[in-house]
């Protein structure tokens, strides 16, 4: 009936190996790229959350005051700025490497 049906050969084997790598190459790089930029937008969304209660706070209590937040390793700062205290912004911090959030008028 069927000849040499024992199973794959090591070349079929060899191939489809290669081909697996060759997937795994491309897409691991991928991949990680994407974990770093969520962790990223993560941080800048802990920021925005942070920068709306300090707003709100500031809102109910007519309390403009500086303030900090450790959350997962990175600290959050918010700040008022301007000569009437009318620009939050919060800075955070993570790995020496700083960015800051505003909110717009």
């Not at 060759?22 to 942070?50: D, G, N, Y």
Request: aromatic share 10%; hydrophobic share 40%; with cysteine.
């Amino acid at each position: 009936m069927y000849r040499n049906s024992k199973g794959f050969s090591l070349p079929e084997s060899l191939v489809a190996f290669s081909c697996f790598m060759m997937m795994l190459a491309f897409s691991l790089p991928l991949s990680i790229r994407m974990i770093t930029t969520l962790e990223e937008k993560q941080h800048r969304v802990e920021a925005m959350k942070f920068l709306l209660e300090g707003i709100e706070h500031a809102v109910v209590t007519d309390d403009y005051k500086n303030s900090t937040r450790m959350y997962k390793g990175v600290l959050y700062t918010l700040n008022w700025k301007g000569n009437d205290l009318t620009s939050p912004c919060v800075a955070f911090e993570k790995e020496g490497v700083t960015d800051e959030i505003c909110a717009s008028e």
